[in-house]
């Protein structure tokens, strides 16, 4: 009997899953728990497996599609078998857009105004209404737009060049991966809903500077503790110790949170991710340095599990290495706090009415003015600079 | 079959006359159709060929008129009623409405009512009350038949074969065309209800018009042609029965729609069109269904004013440049 | 039941008086059937009206053709229809003469003379002068009779019919049943004339009032109207003064007139007169009336028993029948 090769749910909030690459070939023998093909959801990448052995089937999704969760994409058939018949509906592809794209004008979102000739056409030619001019009355793509495309494809498939969007020539439409998308969604959420304020704090790092040198001459093992997960662990104690910070805006609530997750922005060659770092709380600085480098290598890989991209409570998000100092960061929802850190950088300040050389490194941390207000926050600000300054606390 | 140049009004004359002749059992009767020969001149001599039993004068009496012809046509005849006005049918409306057009029903059947109504339609300097052109009233009711003649070869065959019909047929003569000539059918001519012609070949767009603004159409199709852009024109000629296939298999071609017409704009034969096209033509339509018609106000007396509301050549072509360009 | 050349014969006299019978305790079932749901309560009764209706009926020729009014059934009684159907046509059964499209107010059957009823009044009028008009041009040498209350003779349609017929010398007979009341208005205050019949004099036609209750005189103006009519000379309008003895539909409260005066009506019942008048002139006694009583009980029960067998009428018949063709 054929059995489907399905879209997996990998998580209670997944929905739907972009297909990545397909591993084996129509026809192919696949043993039952070998790859046959990655996913990506919002989250991460995944494989899927073959669920028996045997020959795979036709491929019913293409890769780049956008599948919901239960979706069919393929079959594994027995010696000889049939395909079967296509279900109803086909694979239950899901909307190609979370919604309409911007437009680059005014913000305003934007739907393609096609008539119903065009858009029967396009269906039928494989043309992307998204990408036309309309010619038609108030810029209605029309049977004619879609059979210029239509031509232009046949006639040079890159003659791109000479297509244009909102009057500008287009080099080339790079589709968004999940990841990307799913930030982008996630980004315009937290922006048009959660009301920010960002507060900037210089800490002095000279006592965390002297405890590195220490280390790393001494051989401790804590020399593998960098910048930033020193900023992790001082933003965990500080919202233990503020749990009312440590919080979600849930309608008409608070929901304060009994364990301090924390974000870690970490870029990927498929965008920003941000691996969560469970429990942070509860770890010692070297277990939290590992923890930290292995969810990052992960997130490059694109390995991450389920569990380890969601969940988090606050994020930190560190830009030091491109020598930025400071930043207005976006809040990661439905997370209140975001630490933004900047370079660890030797400034020039005035220290007891004379001028002195320290190293500094300044915070830019995000509030969801919903949780904090000014005051709440600026306790939360001050304490994670004390620790970042005296850091003994962090060191128990 | 040999055709001759005659007016429009004379070959409403023919038509009747032929009828009159074919079947003993048709009369005609009206506000000033027999000693005066109707007001517009179109049916004179009638009286004197078939004399006063079966042409013959009424009394304003509108209810009367319609009544008549309806108890007339229950029990054999086949009357030929004239309104001299479109604008009476709401005179008569009980008798429009409710006894031609549900009388046959309400009694399942019993009867077959072989009546036409003449009425004069549209038009210039008459006045609101004589000037309207109430096709699409008519067309709502069910079980009026519905004729539109656009020109002096189906005026004749349109209402020759009303006459033959065994269901009331109203048709509407528009005053604007009684004197516009065209080549006619000598001979027995009839036409049969329920089919559109085509008047003019295209593929840029349709325009769906009858009667005068059928005129003004094709004067604007030519227009248009002269500048690359062929326009189909299509004259339904009858509401009731509606040919649909022959609009559809237009707009199919074309993709786009434009109907003109000399009424009032909301729930129009327009928007009736429009509907027609969104439930069986959704996917061929191109660009969105456009209808020129009078907005919305009473057709004034003044003809400088009605110019204002009538949709005319130069807003035909801008309107079809617009949907086709 | 026809003698139309009058006198009023004692055979004539007796089946008027059966033919009321039946149609009382005929309206009387239906009135304890709908009250009990179990028939549509639709019926406008016709108690107290019924020797005029069948008395007028009696004096004209089987085939002439009839427009009835909204009050009662005896029309339809006297015209030989079997009473099943009408209790078919309020069980919207087949077997009923409109199969549920127009229901009890509008049966039909051409075949025994019952052309329908307009279902707003007045169209009875200017559908009648057509009917008429049809009868004379086909030269039948029949009679068009139009039933209307009082309160109808105000619709227009009253007086551009009357004046037409007039006109044209029509076999048209207006047969007015003046009962007083337009559902809850009285004639007092809304009829300008105590008696309907002086509007004839308008359309320079005979008028004549009479006893409704009392057979011998309607049956007498009527047969004279009827020679008229048929010797060419046009129409007449006649009145029968009637009583309305129930109210205007069934389960009418009556707030316009008092429990004395209804309970008055119902003591001046005309039947009570109509029988004390038979058994005076020896043609019916006792026995008689209990056997007639017998044979309309009967012809009742198997009337009932035919509804009941019937079947309902198709939903798909409510798409049929709107065109001839």
Known sequence: MATPIRIPRLGQSMTEAQLVTWHAAPGSSVRSGETVLTIETDKAQYEVEAPCDGRLGVRRAAVGTTLRVGAVVGHVLEAGEAEPALELGGPAVADPRPGPPPSPEGGQRRRVRASPRARRIAEERGVDLEILRGSGPDGLVTERDVEAAAQAELAAPAASDAERWHGRRVRERLPLSGVRLAGARRTSEAWTTAPHFVQMVDADMSRLRALREEWKRTGDPRAAVGWNDFVVAALARALVEQPALNAAFDGDALVVFDEVNVGIAVDTPRGLVVPVLRGAERKALTELARAARELAEKARAGALGHDEVTGGTATVSNLGAFGIRAGTPVLNPPEAVLVFVGAVEERVIALAGAPAVRPLCTLSIAYDHRVADGASAARLTRRVRELLEEPTPLLA | ?325 | MHAEEGPLDDATRVEIFRRCLLARRLEERIIQLAMAGELAATLHPGQGQEIAQVAALAALRPDDPMLYGHRGLAYWIARGLPPERILCELAFKEGSTNRGKGGVMHVVDPALGILGESGTLGGNFVIGAGVALAEKLQRTGRVAVIFFGDGTSNRGQFHEAANFCAVRKLPALFFCENNGWAVSVSARVSTAVADIADRAAAYAMPGVVVDGNDPEAVFEATAAAARRARAGDGPSLVEAKVERLLGHFLGDPQPYRSAAERTALRERDPMGRFERDLRARGLLDDSALAALEGEIAARITAAEAAERRASLVAPATALERVYAS
């Open chain 2, 1 to 325: 079959m040999s055709t001759r140049e005659i007016s429009y009004g004379q070959a409403i004359r023919e038509a009747l006359a032929q009828e009159m002749r074919r079947d003993p059992r048709v009369i005609l009767f009206g506000e000033d159709v027999a000693l005066y020969g109707g007001i517009f001149g179109q049916l004179a001599g009638l009286r004197d060929e078939f004399g006063d039993e079966r042409v013959f004068d009424t009394p304003i009496s509108e209810n009367l008129i319609v009544g008549a012809a309806v108890g007339a046509a229950s029990r054999g005849l086949r009357p030929v009623a004239e309104l001299q006005f479109a604008d009476f049918v709401f005179c008569a409306a009980d008798e429009v409405f409710f006894k031609a057009g549900m009388w046959r029903y309400v009694h399942d059947g019993a009867f077959e009512l072989p009546l036409v109504i003449r009425a004069p339609s549209g038009g210039y300097g008459f006045g609101p009350e004589h000037s309207q052109c109430p096709e699409a009233f008519l067309m709502h009711q069910p079980g009026i038949r519905i004729a539109l003649p656009s020109t002096p070869a189906d005026a004749k065959g349109l209402l020759a074969a009303a006459i033959r019909s065994n269901d009331p047929v109203v048709v509407l003569e528009h005053k604007l065309l009684y004197a516009r000539k065209g080549p006619v059918p000598e001979g027995e001519h009839v036409e049969p209800l329920g089919r559109a012609v085509v008047r003019r070949q295209g593929d840029a767009l349709t325009i769906v018009a009858w009667q005068d603004m059928l005129w003004r159409t094709l004067e604007a199709a030519a227009r248009l042609a002269g500048e690359g852009i062929e326009v189909e024109v299509v004259d339904p000629r009858c509401l009731n029965p509606f040919d649909a296939e022959t609009l559809l298999a237009s707009v199919r071609k074309t993709g786009a729609c434009l109907v003109v017409e000399e009424a009032y704009r909301t729930l129009g034969v327009g928007a009736e069109i429009g509907a027609l096209l969104m439930e069986r033509a959704f996917g061929d339509l191109d660009r969105p269904l456009r209808r020129l018609a009078i907005p919305d106000v009473p057709v004034p007396t003044a003809p400088h004013l009605v110019d204002a509301l009538v949709p005319n050549v130069d807003a035909i072509v801008r309107a079809a440049r617009e949907l086709a360009g």
